[in-house]
């Protein structure tokens, strides 16, 4: 069963994603589609070797609602 994206996500939740935002609050929750276009656009920082399996399941689903078809993970 697959559970609803949600609307808002907090980077601090997610290691990878919390070092893409150094320059912001880690705990301030971003828009979904703004994680997605911070994903993709810094995909060469992320360290896919030490993903999580939540952290790279937010990740397809992401891509999914709005890769348009690409795939980062």
Known sequence: MRHRLA???VPADFPELATLV???DPSRPIDAD???AL???NWRFV???RLSE???RLIRELTDTFGHGRMLV
């Open 7 to 9: 609307d808002k996500i």
């Open 47 to 49: 360290d896919q070797d």
């Open 39 to 41: 994903y993709e656009r």
């Open 54 to 56: 939540t952290e790279a």
């Open 22 to 24: 150094w320059n912001r």
């Open 34 to 36: 703004e994680v997605f």
